[in-house]
């Protein structure tokens, strides 16, 4: 019930491509969902996060889309940039439950 | 802003000896902080869950009598690995949540001490 699935594992895209990871989750006391990208040698970093209040959240060219009914969101990268190759984790939390469940991770790879 | 600094970053000890990583929070404070290890090709496990004046939790197959945690004020937490073998080997994530209340459930993230055991 706590698992959180991602996918796809890998992902490459070519330059200015919209690039799509997708994430799902079977407990339904999670109102927290942050994506996180992790550079090679380097910690993961949070990159964006929404709650169930809203279905959308956009910061720059990145944006997530949440679907509550159906328990899945996703993070889209729009005009994918090299700069943007990493491993990108998705997770989830509840309210006052602080620990974080997170997905498997996509490694995404933009070619020039 | 909100910073976690993590050391050591990096630590070879042999089989069976131990090593401590500490997490310091500057500009919250960490009123929770969870450890995470990141293994080779995996993602992050739930190591234990610490909140202040709170009991420590760990999660199933981490014990406190291998993994140490103290957490003893909203800015600081430390973790030790004991009797460290190849199966311990990753990265070791502090996760410090900012109680503040400003910034939700967000886990701002140590740079990661990575423990190498030969």
């Known amino acids: 019930q706590q698992q959180v699935r991602q996918s796809p594992q890998s992902l490459t895209v070519w330059e200015g491509e919209t690039a799509i990871l997708n994430c799902s989750y079977e407990?339904?006391?999670?109102?927290?969902f942050p994506w996180y990208h992790q550079f090679p040698g380097e910690s993961p970093a949070l990159l964006i996060a929404i709650r169930p209040v809203s279905n959308k959240k956009e910061d720059g060219r990145f944006t997530i889309f949440f679907n509550k009914r159906e328990k899945k969101f996703s993070l889209h990268i729009a005009d994918s940039q090299p700069g943007d190759s990493a491993t990108y984790f998705c997770?989830?939390?509840?309210?006052?439950?602080?620990?974080?469940?997170f997905g498997a991770g996509t490694r995404l790879k933009v070619i020039a | 802003g909100a910073l976690v600094y993590q050391y050591p970053r990096r630590t070879i000890c042999k089989s069976g000896t131990s090593m401590r990583m500490e997490c310091q929070a500057v500009?919250?404070?960490?009123?929770?902080v969870a450890w995470y290890r990141q293994s080779p090709q995996k993602t992050f496990e739930l190591i234990a869950l610490s909140t202040v004046n709170s009991a420590i939790k760990y999660e199933q197959n981490f014990t406190q009598e291998k993994f140490p945690i103290s957490h003893p004020n909203l800015s600081f937490s430390s973790m030790t690995v004991l009797n460290a073998y190849l199966e311990d080997r990753g990265l070791y994530l502090c996760g410090a949540r900012d109680g503040g209340g400003n910034s939700g459930n967000t886990l701002y993230f140590g740079e990661g001490s990575r423990l190498i055991v030969v």
């Open positions: 997770a989830a939390s509840g309210t006052g439950n602080y620990k974080y469940v």
């Open positions: 500009g919250f404070q960490a009123t929770s």
């Open positions: 407990d339904s006391t999670f109102d927290y």
